[in-house]
Structures are given as C-alpha cells and as structure tokens.
Antibody, heavy 122, light 106 residues
Framework: QVQLVESGRGVVQPGRSLRLSCAAS????????MHWVRQAPGKGLEWVAV???????????YYADSVKGRFTISRDNSKNTLYLQMDNLKPDDTAVYYC????????????WGQGTLVTVSS | EIVLTQSPATLSLSPGERATLSCRAS??????LAWYQQRPGQAPRLLIY???NRATGIPDRFSGSGSGTDFTLTISSLEPEDFAVYYC????????FGPGTKVDIK
C-alpha cells in the first residue's frame, strides 16, 4: 500500500533553516510528481511546491509565491525520498507540512502523508 | 491566481440528511476541480477529481458536478464518519484550495 512518511519536525527561530523529508513506499516513486502542501494551525490548505517525476531539470520545480526564493524542493529517486529545504523561515511558515503524491492526472493529490509540524518562533 | 470560494462555511446537518457543498472559481477551471475530505487530526483524503470522478475506494454517496466556475459536492445521506471539513482544489493554473466547508452534526 502507498505510504508517505514525513520527518524533520521542529521548532526553529525566525531566519533559520530546516529540512523536511518524506519517505515513500508501496509504489514506483520515480513515476510520480510530488508535492508539499501546508496547513497553518486552525487554517486551510496551501500548496507549497511541486517537483516532476525526475526532478533533474530546474524547470520542473514550481513554488507558491509565498515561499519562492526561500524553499527548495528536491528528490532522490534512488532513496524514494522527497525533500523540502526551508531557509530564512518566518513565523507565517508555522504549519503542518504534508507531502502528497501526484496522481497520473497532474495536479491531483491522491495520497498524503500524516504531516509534520514546523513551528517558527523566537 | 485563481481564487476558490466555498459556501457555506459551516453546514449543520443530521446523519441521514443530504449535504450540498458549493465551490466557485474566480475564473474558469474547465473541469479541473477536485474535492478532499479532512477529518480532525488527519491528513486530507481525495474524494472527487476532475469535477465528477470518484477516487478509488470512495463510496457512491459522494458525487461531484459542475464545470467552468461553479461546482457542487453532494453527499446523498450523511454517515457519522462524513462529519468533517471539505476542500475544493483547482489544477487548471497551478494549484489552489478553497477555504473549506465544515459539515458538523446538528
């Protein structure tokens, strides 16, 4: 069965960095684009970033305006793992971060991880 | 950016009743509209994609309709596990979510 397990939760000070990981299993990781979606406490869902199935081309990564220039999405298909490098973190980045698998219809999130909480606070 | 608006914000119903949730887009998204369910403390779950297609394993009491800018999610007869928050999401131009509709027990 499809499993997505995020890790890297923590409390960080504004301006610092944090890297999230998402370990995938139960499907052919290299054949699916992958996304990060976040949810601030008590709020709705916000799409963060997407990476194509191979991720080798910089043109195949896209970001929400709110994180562009600060967050970097990447993947290692040999390790079935998705990453989100978050730099220059702001208090507004406080959220549960979900990784989500893209279905074979681009832009449909058919499986989600359980999420990992990132808190940005001094 | 395509903005999605959902109504009502909260829907109070009893088990067995019919729920009708609305999602409106600021511009046409053709049929590139999905619906997700999120129960408290859980990750979202895909219910409907491309306006009217049920995802794998989703009961047939869930149905979607609409195209262009106006979409509807209908739950024909509410089960106890259906009381949750429902989000619509478009994939026509990047990806955005609506603010959600909470279906709670009357």
């Amino acid at each position: 069965q499809v499993q997505l397990v995020e890790s890297g939760r923590g409390v960080v000070q504004p301006g610092r960095s944090l890297r999230l990981s998402c370990a995938a299993s139960g499907f052919s990781f290299s054949t699916h684009a992958m996304h990060w979606v976040r949810q601030a406490p008590g709020k709705g869902l916000e799409w963060v970033a997407v990476i194509s199935k191979d991720g080798s081309n910089g043109n195949n990564k896209y970001y929400a305006d709110s994180v562009k220039g600060r967050f970097t999405i990447s993947r290692d298909n040999s390790k079935n793992t998705l990453y989100l490098q978050m730099d220059n973190l702001k208090p507004d980045d406080t959220a549960v971060y979900y990784c989500a698998r893209d279905s074979l219809h681009y832009g449909i999130f058919d499986y989600w991880g359980q999420g990992t909480l990132v808190t940005v606070s001094s | 950016e395509i903005v999605l608006t959902q109504s009502p914000a909260t829907l109070s119903l009893s088990p067995g009743e019919r729920a009708t949730l609305s999602c409106r887009a600021s511009e046409s998204v053709t049929n590139y509209l999905a619906w997700y369910q999120q129960r408290p403390g859980q990750a979202p779950r895909l219910l409907i994609y491309d306006a009217s297609n049920r995802a794998t394993g989703i009961p047939d009491r869930f149905s979607g309709s609409g195209s262009g800018t106006d979409f509807t999610l209908t739950i024909s007869s509410l089960e106890p596990e259906d009381f949750a928050v429902y989000y619509c999401q478009q994939r026509y131009n990047y990806f955005t979510f609506g603010p959600g509709t909470k279906v709670d027990i009357k």
